[in-house]
């Protein structure tokens, strides 16, 4: 597309598939494979199978809404694989011998190659009880128990919710209602910026050697997100623990501060390593609305400011590069990397640290490059997480 015209096809623009028989004549090297870990896949923001991926967006989504773990993990191994992929899928032999792809995932997408739609996915677009949740839940401080049992009350909209005078709202969930149209809508890079800069220069004031580092999709090259995430720490082991509230206190006194919810830290060494799955992390957390000047914020603003949804996490500087790979996303990368560790190299990998089960030790990291040393994988940059 940028030359104007079709360029000479080179190997790299070639996934090749494995074929035993022909893999016997060539040298290693050559013959290229598709991995079933999205830690082992370089996944940019150029998405050249959208039609499908966002069609496996919504049906794990409405999985999830149902609970349903199965079909969600499948769901969004398939989108990840997809998106992985140099080329687009133009029909169904461009499937045969990729990995991640089950009997139901293959038929969405040869409905959208013969249809050009999905009729499980307009189902689930057409669904009442999908439509709700997804509405509700888009209130900041809604999970999907409380908006289930909003539903099945009968309510449908965010209006009926607030009407009812029998429902007792968290201190969360109020000021999600009240300020819904700004957190509902999307965040811009530009605006993760200028949060940053005040956030960066309100930590500086301080703790002057403290380090500040925007993680999330903005750190992997997002244009926008629906919040915007810093990981705070020192250099010295526990200076980090009063970061927070001295962080909070000066944000207040700017006068900038509409809502914080500071979590505070139950990490313990002793109870690693976490064997849970896919648990939160231990670190101390701080979930804020920050209001950004009119001038600073993108689109039109009615009023003066724009609230933004802002997460500040405060590991201590040892467990900052697992802390930083976990908070950096994408979700899916973040999964399959620790599947990976437990699956392929008998290790447990989580926000805190890396435990090999084999030497029966934890394995230090000072960096996210350590991390991947240690699981015996390339690395892979922040803006080739996007599975």
């Known amino acids: 597309m940028g030359a104007g015209k079709p360029v000479q096809v080179e190997a790299r623009h070639c996934l090749?598939?494995?074929?035993?028989?022909?893999?016997?004549?060539?040298?290693?090297?050559?013959?290229?494979?598709?991995?079933?870990?999205?830690?082992?896949?370089?996944?940019?923001?150029?998405?050249?199978?959208?039609?499908?991926?966002?069609?496996?967006?919504?049906?794990?989504?409405?999985?999830?809404?149902?609970?349903?773990?199965?079909?969600?993990?499948?769901?969004?191994?398939?989108?990840?694989?997809?998106?992985?992929?140099?080329?687009a899928i133009s029909s169904s032999k461009d499937l045969e011998g990729l990995p991640c792809l089950g009997d139901q995932t293959k038929a969405v997408i040869e409905d959208i190659l013969e249809y050009g739609q999905c009729s499980k996915?307009?189902?689930?677009?057409?669904?009442?009880?999908?439509?709700?949740?997804?509405?509700?839940?888009?209130?900041?401080?809604?999970?999907?128990?409380t908006a289930e049992k909003w539903y099945r009350k009968g309510f449908h909209s965010l209006e009926e919710v607030q009407a009812d005078n029998a429902i007792h709202f968290t201190k969360m969930q109020k000021a999600g209602f009240l300020y819904y149209d700004d957190i509902s809508a999307a965040v811009c890079k530009a605006e993760a910026q200028a949060i940053g800069q005040i956030v960066e220069e309100t930590v500086r004031l301080i703790a002057p050697d403290a380090i500040v580092t925007l993680t999330g999709g903005f750190r992997r090259g997002k244009e926008c997100g629906h919040d915007v995430d810093f990981l705070i720490t020192t250099p010295e082991?526990?200076?980090?623990?009063?970061?927070?509230?001295?962080?909070?206190?000066?944000?207040?006194?700017?006068?900038?501060?509409?809502?914080?919810?500071?979590?505070?830290?139950?990490?313990?060494?002793?109870?690693?390593?976490?064997?849970?799955?896919?648990?939160?992390?231990?670190?101390?957390?701080?979930?804020?609305?920050?209001?950004?000047?009119?001038?600073?914020?993108?689109?039109?603003?009615?009023?003066?400011?724009?609230?933004?949804?802002v997460d500040f996490v405060a590991p201590p500087v040892?467990?900052?590069?697992?802390?930083?790979?976990?908070?950096?996303?994408?979700?899916?990368?973040?999964?399959?990397?620790?599947?990976?560790?437990?699956?392929?190299?008998?290790?447990?990998?989580?926000?805190?640290?890396?435990?090999?089960?084999?030497?029966?030790?934890?394995?230090?990291?000072k960096t996210e490059e350590d991390i991947f040393a240690h699981l015996g994988l390339d690395y892979i940059d922040p803006w080739q997480r996007n599975a």
């Not at 870990?37 to 049906?59: G, K, P, S, V, W």
């Open 16 to 87: 090749v598939k494995s074929c035993p028989v022909i893999d016997q004549y060539l040298e290693p090297s050559t013959v290229e494979t598709v991995s079933q870990y999205a830690c082992q896949r370089r996944t940019t923001m150029e998405n050249h199978n959208q039609i499908f991926t966002d069609a496996f967006a919504i049906l794990a989504e409405n999985a999830e809404f149902n609970e349903s773990e199965g079909p969600c993990l499948a769901f969004m191994r398939a989108a990840s694989l997809l998106k992985s992929l140099p080329h």
């Open 121 to 145: 996915v307009q189902d689930v677009l057409c669904d009442d009880r999908y439509q709700t949740i997804k509405l509700f839940t888009s209130v900041f401080g809604v999970g999907l128990k």
């Open 237 to 309: 082991m526990g200076k980090e623990v009063w970061l927070l509230n001295r962080l909070i206190n000066r944000l207040q006194n700017q006068g900038i501060l509409l809502y914080y919810d500071i979590v505070e830290s139950t990490f313990d060494k002793t109870r690693l390593p976490c064997r849970k799955f896919e648990a939160m992390d231990h670190f101390q957390k701080c979930f804020a609305i920050i209001k950004l000047k009119k001038e600073l914020a993108a689109g039109r603003v009615q009023k003066d400011w724009k609230a933004i949804r």
């Open 318 to 365: 040892d467990n900052f590069a697992f802390a930083l790979l976990g908070w950096t996303g994408s979700r899916q990368f973040e999964r399959d990397l620790r599947r990976f560790a437990r699956h392929e190299r008998k290790m447990l990998l989580d926000n805190h640290a890396l435990y090999d089960k084999t030497k029966k030790i934890f394995l230090p990291a």
